[in-house]
């Protein structure tokens, strides 16, 4: 099986920066994309920026010029930078990733990590 974890969340001023990474593991035998979403309390989750491949990269209009996706040199890693945080990005933020096993492909999840941005 794929595990994914998050870390980085945590509590930080309205302007301040978080970088959250996220680590995936298990018998994989490729990723061929990591995706950040969010959800918020009463909200369905949505999505904030993926990355496919090495180069096609899209983030959320909500998002853009402040938030920063990037994967890591072993690819079984994948970061967000945010910058310039707002009170409306407080929320429990997951990592996925499209993996490939011997099962087969599939879409497997992190189990979140908090952010909340104060005003």
């Known amino acids: 099986q794929v595990q994914l974890v998050e870390s980085g969340g945590g509590l930080v001023q309205a302007g301040g920066s978080l970088r959250l990474s996220c680590a995936a593991s298990?018998?994989?035998?490729?990723?061929?994309?990591m995706a950040w979403y969010r959800q918020s309390a009463g909200k369905q989750r949505e999505s904030v920026a993926g990355?496919?491949?090495?180069?096609?990269?899209v983030y959320a209009d909500s998002v853009k010029g402040r938030f920063t996706i990037s994967r890591g040199d072993a690819k079984n890693t994948v970061f967000l930078q945010m910058n310039s945080l707002k009170p409306e990005d407080t929320a429990v933020y997951y990592c996925?990733?499209?993996?490939?096993?011997?099962?087969?492909?599939?879409?497997?999840w992190g189990q979140g990590t908090q952010v909340t941005v104060s005003s």
């Open positions: 996925s990733a499209l993996a490939t096993t011997a099962r087969g492909t599939a879409n497997y």
């Open positions: 298990g018998s994989i035998f490729s990723i061929k994309s």
């Open positions: 990355i496919i491949g090495d180069d096609v990269i």
